[in-house]
Structure formats: structure tokens, C-alpha cells
């Protein structure tokens, strides 16, 4: 059955994309402003700024103080939150369909009309140092800032998203203005909309409340990161060893990334993939394991996290690359293919039933690939890919001069096991 929606989309005269899903039979509105821009556009003295920024832009208008901005969203049941990535910004609010004109009218207030105020600034700055150190405490959330580091070594992708403590407290508030008026601006940013709304009339809002931002001036230079293998080990007074192996995988833009997310599947990405029964139910070596797939424009990665004790690592490190040689040599069996793209499937088309979801892929479509891609366009990529296509990735992949392995924990540069990394 060929999938119903209602898709719009409109660019105002500042180069602001509108783009809209109108879903009739539901009686929610979810919105967003999204912003081309995240740590990947920084640089080590200012990284940090867009998510620093992220947070500012809650701290009070000219019109409305932090309370208000709180305030007038709860007091008509809705939700406001932002996010920041390495290359996507998002403020996004969710409301009954009748208050779509105090949603936008929010996001074109904090947008238009923050103050940036230095006290605020100041104490944001307190904020952000302790959400540093919340990480810092958080092992099986820190490894992977480290790994990226040591993956993406030299390149901004590598630099954390809050930022280092060095940079944050050296932000002022110039530098941080000076980033906000070049990049959230113009054909920069999208309006997505899903819900129970008219495009036009959403767009006669839109154009009344941001018409007034500036075309976008800047444009980045996106140059893609190099990886080569790397081994390094962080000590750590810990109880477990924590553990990241990775390797390069397909960029968002490229074709091969629907084999690269069913060899996840199949590989550490659910509980019944070959990693997690493995490792955890067939010989209880760690609590916590799993493969994910991150993708950027130009590049991404396929990383293994496993938390164990330290003298498991190495039997658990045999395990990995033992599976990672079997992706190399064999062909999954029908059953596991099938099974892989039906949780994908699945996944994609029960994650559709939340405007919330919908308005995100509508925004990161019109971001990444200029238009509009119906989930049954998804479904078509993912039947079609064969045990060929993932053989054929998997040895792309998985070898030694990709991979990379970070260990945080009571470990020593010296006691750090590698394996047999040729693969």
C-alpha cells in the first residue's frame, strides 16, 4: 500500500526552507528549527560554541525571561528542548494543533530576540563545565568521546560537542555572538512541521517571524577526516575495563550505507545479533555490548562498545575480531538477512507513528539530500540489498589497517592486548 503524505515545501526570500507534512487525523503539531551547523564547524578555540549557544538560546529575550520561555510552553501542555550534533543544531517544540502560532512564535523569539546577557553567560559557562565533568564521571559514555579524538585525530569531527573545559572558559561574549550571526541565518536553517497544520498558513508565519534573519554569508569548508589504525589506552581508577573498537563505514550520502546498517543488525546492533549473544548470553563476559553505525555528510564509523573486567578483555577483544573475520568470509544465512532488514523495516515504520520522528527525518532529508524520501523508498533500499552487498562491505571494513581500539580503565599502555588485527 503506497504511503499517504501530505508533503510541502516552500524557500522564503532569506533562503529559509519550509518544509511541512500535514497529518490530519492527529491533533499535535511538532516543529522544528534546524541549523546546518554543529562541533564539526568549530575549531579547537572556539570549540563547544554551538552547543553553548544551544543552551543560551533558553536564557531570555527582549520579550520573554528563562521562566517565560518555560512558563508559556508548559502552561499550553507542550514540549521545548534543542540538541546538538556534529553537524545539525535542532530546536524543536510539540504542541496541540491551536497553539502552532506560540510554537513558532518561540522559536522565532529565541532566535530573533536573545540577549546573550554576560551574567548568563557566565553562569551558563558554571553549566556547561559541570556537564563536562557529568561525562568525565559517566565511562561508558566518556570512552566514546575519547575514541572519536583518537578515530578523527587532527579533525574537527574528533572534538567533543560540549567542548573542553579550556575552551568554555574562554568563551566571551563577542566570540560567541560572532558564531551566532554567521551560521544561524538564512538558507542555513530549516522549518520542519508535521501535523495537524496548513502549509500555507505556516509558511505565512514563518515568513512574518524569521523573515527578518539575514541570508547566510558563510559557507563552510567540510574537508573529510582521515583514519588509520590507532591503539590507546586511558587509566582510569575503574571496576570495569570499557572498551570501543572501530573502523570506517559509509558516509549518510552513500549508497552502501542500507548494507552497512543490516551487517550492524546482524552483527552487535540487537539482542539477538552474534556480538551480544556471544559475548554476554552464551559466556557472560560483559553486561553491556552492542555495535552502532554513526554517519556523517562525507564519512562515518562502526563502533564496538563493551564493558568488562580487565581480565576478560582480551578473550573478549578474540571474540570481536573472530565475528568481524566471519562477516569477511561467509555470507549471512537467509534467515538472519531476513530477519535484519524486517527489524529495520519495522523499526523505521513504528518510529513513523511519532510526529516527533516524522518532523526529524523530513528536516535531515531536506538537509542531507535536497528532498522529501517516503519510508517505502527506505523499505525499497533495504530488500533490496543481498548477502553480496555485505560481504562485499564487510571486507571493505574490516581490516587491520582500519581498525582502531581505545581502553579506558586500570590498564597500562603495556598490558594493552591488540589481537591478531590483521584480520
Known amino acids: ?71 508559556d510552553i508548559d502552561s499550553v501542555g ?14 524543536y517544540v510539540k504542541v496541540p494543533d491551536y497553539h502552532l502560532p506560540l510554537a ?4 522565532a523569539d529565541i532566535f530573533n530576540h536573545s540577549l546573550f546577557n554576560l551574567d548568563e553567560i557566565d553562569k551558563e559557562k558554571a553549566v556547561v563545565l559541570q556537564e563536562i565533568s557529568m561525562v568525565e564521571d559517566t565511562p561508558d559514555e566518556y570512552i566514546h568521546d575519547i575514541f572519536e579524538k583518537h578515530f578523527w585525530e587532527g579533525h574537527s569531527l ?11 572558559d ?15 541565518r538564512g538558507d542555513n536553517l530549516v522549518i520542519a512541521a508535521v501535523g495537524n497544520m496548513e502549509h500555507e498558513k505556516l509558511v505565512d508565519l514563518v515568513a512574518k517571524l524569521f523573515g527578518t534573519l539575514p541570508a547566510l554569508r558563510l559557507h563552510f569548508d567540510e574537508t573529510k577526516p582521515q583514519t588509520t589504525a590507532r591503539f590507546s589506552c586511558i587509566e582510569k581508577d575503574l571496576e570495569q575495563l570499557h572498551l570501543v573498537v572501530g573502523t570506517p563505514a559509509p558516509a549518510t550520502l552513500e549508497p552502501t550505507r542500507f548494507a552497512g546498517i543490516l551487517m550492524n543488525s546482524v552483527f552487535g546492533g540487537s539482542m539477538s545479533s552474534r556480538l551480544f549473544q556471544e559475548i554476554r548470553e552464551k559466556r557472560g563476559l560483559a553486561y553491556a555490548v552492542r555495535s552502532y553505525i554513526v554517519s556523517y555528510r562525507d564519512t562515518g564509523m562502526l563502533n564496538i562498545y563493551v564493558g568488562t573486567s580487565k581480565d576478560k578483555t582480551q578473550e573478549v577483544i578474540d571474540i570481536i575480531l573472530s565475528e568481524m573475520g566471519r562477516m569477511k568470509n ?30 526529524q527525518k523530513l528536516a535531515t532529508n531536506e538537509i542531507y539530500f535536497g528532498r522529501n524520501i517516503l519510508p517505502e523508498e527506505i523499505v525499497g533500499k533495504i530488500d533490496a540489498v543481498t548477502g553480496e552487498d555485505i560481504l562485499a562491505l564487510s571486507q571493505q571494513m574490516f581490516t587491520g589497517a582500519n581498525l582502531s581500539m581505545v581502553f579506558l580503565g586500570e590498564m597500562t599502555e603495556a598490558e594493552m592486548p591488540r589481537g591478531d588485527v590483521e584480520l
Open 330 to 359: 561467509e555470507l549471512f544465512t537467509e534467515k538472519e538477512l531476513q530477519s535484519a532488514k524486517e527489524l529495520i523495516k519495522g523499526n523505521l515504520l513504528l518510529s513513523m507513528e511519532s510526529t516527533d520522528n516524522r518532523m
Open 170 to 184: 574562554a568563551f566571551d561574549r563577542a566570540k560567541v555572538m560572532k558564531f551566532f550571526e554567521e551560521r544561524y
Open 1 to 71: 500500500m503506497p504511503w499517504v503524505q501530505t508533503y510541502r515545501k516552500t524557500v522564503l526570500s532569506n533562503g529559509i526552507k519550509v518544509i511541512t507534512e500535514e497529518i490530519r487525523h492527529v491533533r499535535s503539531v511538532s516543529i522544528g528549527a534546524w541549523v546546518s551547523c554543529g562541533s564539526r564547524h568549530e575549531d579547537e578555540r572556539i570549540n563547544g560554541t554551538a552547543h553553548f549557544i544551544e543552551h543560551m538560546l533558553f536564557k531570555g529575550t527582549a520579550r520573554r525571561s528563562a521562566f517565560d520561555i518555560a512558563s
Open 158 to 168: 574528533g572534538m567533543p560537542v560540549l567542548g573542553t573545559r579550556d575552551s568554555v
Open 104 to 107: 513558532i512564535d518561540l522559536l
Open 78 to 91: 507542550g514540549v521545548m528542548n534543542a540538541f546538538t550534533g556534529k553537524e545539525l543544531t535542532a530546536f
